[in-house]
């Protein structure tokens, strides 16, 4: 079955920098890949969606790429700010092209110094 | 509209006893998935629906788990009896489509089985 990884548990940067999260996935490419963002105490919140025949998306800050070679997917935030401190999921499907089973990594948790 | 709910937010319960959780998607969403979280696990799919028919019920983990979706607006992940690792973060989700939607989270139930 499909293994994603987030290869980092946690990542501290300054205030204003570039933050980028990795996430791998093992097997088959998906036909799409969604990132999450989640806080304490909350359930995740729907960031930005990538399908496979998109090399990159944007949304204001945010800027996601999709390597199926690599398979991998690169999740960016620009001008990075405290209030972005908050975990960061990447999901995926596990149904071999059903389509039906978002699966999720561990996520990267985020922390943003002033 | 106001997003999924979910009852109860947090629920402590003895070894052996029934653990009801309840979940209400938005209106119109077709799917609905259960999730559990856990700091070991992150985040697992237990079991979805789509248009109130159980659909991969695979992930759950154990007969003492099981769920309902009697009507479009309400759903049931029920436990019994529950044992203490079954403490975690139950998460409830809606989409309006099964393939490649975003999942809207509810709050999630965290619970403690002692």
């Known amino acids: 079955s499909q293994k994603i990884e987030q290869n980092s548990e946690a990542l501290n940067i300054q205030e204003g920098k570039t933050a980028t999260l990795t996430c791998n996935y093992t097997?088959?490419?998906?036909?799409?890949l969604q990132w999450y963002r989640q806080d304490p105490g909350r359930g995740p919140v729907f960031l930005l969606l990538i399908r496979e025949n998109e090399k990159e998306k944007r949304k204001e800050r945010l800027k996601v790429t999709f390597d199926t070679t690599l398979k991998q997917s690169l999740f960016h935030i620009t001008a990075s700010q405290p209030a972005d401190s908050a975990t960061y999921l990447c999901a995926l499907d596990d149904g071999g092209g059903s389509q039906g089973n978002l699966i999720f990594g561990k996520g990267t948790k985020l922390s943003v110094k002033p | 509209d106001a997003g999924v709910i979910q009852s109860p937010r947090h629920e402590v319960t003895e070894m052996g006893q029934e653990v009801t959780l309840r979940c209400k998607p938005i209106?119109?969403?077709?799917?609905l998935f259960w999730y559990r979280q856990t700091m070991m696990r992150g985040l697992e799919l237990l079991i979805y629906f789509n248009n109130n028919v159980p659909i991969d019920d695979s992930g759950m983990p154990e007969d003492r788990f099981s769920a309902k979706m009697p009507n479009a607006s309400f759903s049931t992940l029920k436990i019994q009896p529950s044992e203490p690792r079954d403490s975690a973060v139950y998460f409830c989700?809606?989409?309006?489509?099964?393939?490649?939607?975003?999942?809207?989270f509810g709050e999630g139930s965290r619970l403690t089985v002692l």
């Open positions: 097997n088959y490419s998906p036909a799409y």
């Open positions: 209106s119109g969403h077709n799917s």
């Open positions: 989700a809606s989409s309006l489509s099964r393939v490649s939607g975003e999942l809207f």
